[in-house]
């Protein structure tokens, strides 16, 4: 399906530029998901609810959404016959605190682990906590070596923002290489199924689009990457 006809799914107050801006992402992250092959009836978990959860709904029939209760609707409006699980990723340093999940067969951890201070293989421990024994968990998240971050480096100007003031969206907390993310994932009791670097992030700045296609040859310099975890074989 088209990003027009996905998007087209939420009102037009919905249509922000975040959606626009990120609708490559979307597909890419779509494509990845199609072609893992779960059945429609497959039990889906999107962990920070967006428009790619309205494509979600689309593709599966059983999706809910996790995150704060108050945040569910912030980037766009969700049906209100999602189920929604209220929880704070951050409290999964404490597993006294961990929610009882169902078991999903997909979990979708896209563009979120970036912004949380909680040290990611404590999250992935919970989040595993919800997957089935064949269920997969999809991280999306930067690619922290990217080159546009090099050259910025090479320049003496820092690639990465300051952590704002507004505790509500504070903004990318650390970003991760290939290597980290599956060695944290294996410290959770998961393993690597797939992993792929993409630069599925839309710019209007012609410089990025130049580097965008000078790293088409050399993909782990790709402004992002998306990885496929399963739990670990006993």
Partial sequence: MSTESNLSQASSADMSDYGVGHAPRYDALEKLIADLRLPASAKVLDVGSSFFTLRL??????????????????????????????????????PKKWIDLPKFDLIVFAEVVEHLPTAPQQVFRFLASGLARSGLLVVQTPNVTSLDKRLKMLSGTNP????????????????????????????????????????????????????DLLVVPFPFLRRGQTAVFRLQSK
Avoid at 169 to 196: C, I
Wanted: proline share 4%; glycine share 4%.
């Fill in 160 to 211: 990465y923002e300051l952590i704002r003031e507004d505790w509500t969206n504070p903004g990318h907390f650390r970003e991760y290489t290939k290597a980290e993310l599956v060695s944290m994932a294996k410290d959770a009791g998961l393993e690597l199924v797939r992993h792929e670097y993409r630069s599925y992030f839309k710019s209007p700045r012609l410089a990025m689009k130049f580097i």
């Fill in 57 to 94: 709904i689309q593709m599966f029939q059983d999706v809910s959404t996790m995150g704060f209760s108050d945040a569910r609707d912030l980037i766009c409006k969700i049906p209100d016959s999602i189920p929604h699980f209220s929880f704070d990723l951050n409290n999964s340093r404490e």
